[in-house]
Structures are given as C-alpha cells and as structure tokens.
Nanobody, 123 residues
C-alpha cells in the first residue's frame, strides 16, 4: 500500500491550496480515506475523512473552509482548503483505513499513512 501526497506549499492567509493523495496497492473503493495534520510541538489531529459511500467528516476547526472528495476511478482523494489561516500551518498526511468513517477520526483507526506534505501559511 502506498499513499503519495502532493499539493502542499506556501500561501498567504486567506488563500487556497489543494492537496491530492494517490493511492495504490489495495482495494481502494472499500476503504475510508482522510487527512490528518501535525503542527510543530503538537499532536497529529484529524482534518477530514470520507468513506466509500461519500459520507464526510471534518474537524471542528475546519468550519466550512475545507472540502474532501474522492475519485475512485483515479484512486485519489483531494482536500481543497480555502480561507487558509496561519494556524493551518502543519504537515498534512494522507490516511487510509479498511473500514468506516469513524476510523478517520483518530490516529488509532488508520491503517496506512502517506509521508506527508508541508503546508505553510503566512500572515
């Protein structure tokens, strides 16, 4: 199983970034997918998740700014991030789990991780 993230980078507050994760080596359509993030000196926290039926979960801090989507034909999951804030600065990790959406709400539920992509938001 491989998860490869792309799309991280730098942006100014109020700007947008789009993260993409491409998965391979597993039966993608039955899995839940999601994104976690980890800021310096902080624990890894769930950002968003999506299950095989398209149901979604978002962390409370998202507040309508991010949108997660999946394309099973392309084995990809994306995270569109709008109205970015400096506190969104973190390493963002793609996550996969062979199970329901609840597994995207805590690190313990994740079966596979990507290596991460860095997002840096300046004022």
């Amino acid at each position: 199983v491989q998860l490869v993230e792309s799309g991280g980078g730098s942006a100014q507050a109020g700007g947008s970034l789009r993260l993409t994760c491409v998965g391979s080596g597993y039966i993608y359509t039955r899995w839940s997918m999601g994104w976690f993030r980890q800021a310096p000196d902080s624990e890894r926290e769930p950002v968003a998740g999506i299950d095989m039926e398209g149901r979604t979960y978002y962390g409370d801090f998202v507040k309508g700014r991010f949108t997660i989507a999946r394309d099973d034909a392309k084995n990809t999951v994306t995270l569109q991030m709008n109205n970015l804030k400096p506190e969104d600065t973190a390493m963002y990790y793609c996550a996969a789990a062979e199970g329901g959406l609840a597994q995207m709400k805590a690190e313990e539920g994740v079966d596979y991780w990507g290596k991460g992509t860095l997002v840096t938001i300046s004022v």
